[in-house]
Every structure is written in C-alpha cells, then in structure tokens.
C-alpha cells in the first residue's frame, strides 16, 4: 500500500506531512454511509490525534454532517469541502492524502475507490459495493462491513 505522497494538500490544511489524512469524494447523500465514517473518526484520533477527514463533495447531507462532527467534537478535524469538478486538482488532493475511505451502505460500483487505486491511495472499502466483486481483500482494498465505524478505524489504523 504504500507510494509517493504530495505534501502540498496537507499544507494547505495546516497539517504536517506526516499527519495521516483520510479523503472520501462523493455526492453527499444518506447512502454514502458518511455518518459511519465521521463515527469512526474519534477512535482513529484516538491513535493519530493529529488526523483529519477531508470530505469533498455537496449534497443532501451536509448539514447532518456538519452537526454530527460538531457534536461529537471533531468540527476542526472533519474539512468539508464543496464538489471539485477539475480532474487535475481532484488528482492532487487524491496524491495528498493517505487513504480513501468508501462507508457506503449501499452502492453499485464505488468509481472513485477505483480512481482513488489508480492514484496509488490504499482503500478502506465496505463490503456493500459491487466493486468487491473485482477487489481482493487484503491486497488491493481493506473490506469493512456497512455500517460499522469501528471496522472502518481499524482498518485505517492498519494503514496510516
């Protein structure tokens, strides 16, 4: 899992290079599972205090979220950010960061945990996506169950 990271995105973010960062990208929508992700952020702060959450992407959800972070303490470790619709840039927040992190409850294929593979970021996948189909646990993707926070910091532990 591992390969070249640029230090630039976790510049911009006032993070250290060697402050793990976790990204998702996504339509912001109940069925990404992103409420699980944010549930699962404490525990990994737990052993990476210095982590954050960069989740891009807009849509239904984000004031949940907003508020589910902000309850659970962790609003200065989840980033929202809005849709990124220039590849290059999306590329270089890909590059900056060091695993992608795909909650989703249900999904059909997951293109950008594949866009997030091709990019050389180690993927924390849950099981619900068909994309498993083609995906070796283990060695090309970590699998976690849906819905399920504590798999999903386990499994980012293992890599950051």
Do not use: H
Not at 26 to 54: D, H, N
Not at 87 to 97: C, E, I, P
Not at 112 to 122: F, N, Q
Not at 124 to 153: F, H, S, W, Y
Request: glycine share 6%.
């Amino acid at each position: 899992f591992t390969t070249t990271r640029s230090p630039a995105v976790k510049k911009k973010l006032g993070m250290n290079s060697s402050d793990p960062l976790l990204v998702w990208i996504g339509r912001v929508i109940e069925q990404k599972g992103l409420k699980y992700l944010i549930a699962a952020m404490p525990i990994v702060l737990k052993r990476f205090p210095t982590a954050k959450l960069l989740l891009i992407g807009t849509g239904t959800e984000l004031k949940k979220l907003r508020q589910q972070a902000a309850k659970l303490g962790i609003s200065n470790t989840v980033v929202f950010y809005g849709q990124e619709n220039n590849r290059k840039k999306l590329n270089d927040l890909l590059r900056g960061s060091d695993v992608y992190v795909m909650p989703s409850v249900w999904e059909t294929f997951g293109i950008a945990a594949l866009e997030a593979m091709a990019s050389g970021l180690p993927v924390v996948l849950c099981r619900a996506a068909t994309a498993t189909e083609v995906l070796n646990d283990g060695k090309n993707v970590l699998l976690v169950d849906p819905m399920n926070p504590e798999q999903i910091a386990r499994q980012v532990k293992k890599i950051v």
